[in-house]
Nanobody
Framework: QVQLVESGGGLVQAGGSLRLSCAAS????????MGWFRQAPGKEREFVAA????????RYADSVKGRFTISRDNTKNTMYLQMNSLKPEDTAIYYC?????????????????WGQGTQVTVSS
């Protein structure tokens, strides 16, 4: 079992930055691929970024590529999402997720554990 807790969300103006954190407990964090997803009102949950265990290979949605950076610190059992140049369309609840596998994937159904989410609101 893995417990995930997100933090770092908030209200920011367009062009600003936020750093989300996801603290994991309950299982060997370093062996899990991890991901960030988001869900805006009335929309389906969508992939944002993911990072593999081991080699730390990353994947990004086209909409955030070049603006967001995913990283992980296995010594702290924590994953991060640095979000720069934020846009109003980035407004959503952001969820971190972990999967029982080592390869980062963009598919929601491939993740086994989810956090409760943190709200990110970008004003224009």
């Amino acid at each position: 079992q893995v417990q995930l807790v997100e933090s770092g969300g908030g209200l920011v103006q367009a062009g600003g930055s936020l750093r989300l954190s996801c603290a994991a407990s309950g299982r060997t964090f370093s062996s899990n691929a991890m991901g960030w997803f988001r869900q805006a009102p009335g929309k389906e949950r969508e992939f944002v970024a993911a990072i593999s265990s081991g080699d730390g290979r990353t994947r990004y949605a086209d909409s955030v590529k070049g603006r967001f950076t995913i990283s992980r610190d296995n010594t702290k059992n924590t994953m991060y999402l640095q979000m720069n140049s934020l846009k109003p369309e980035d407004t959503a609840i952001y969820y971190c997720a972990a999967r029982l596998g080592v390869v980062a994937t963009i598919t929601v159904l491939m993740y086994d554990y989810w956090g409760q989410g943190t709200q990110v609101t970008v004003s224009s």
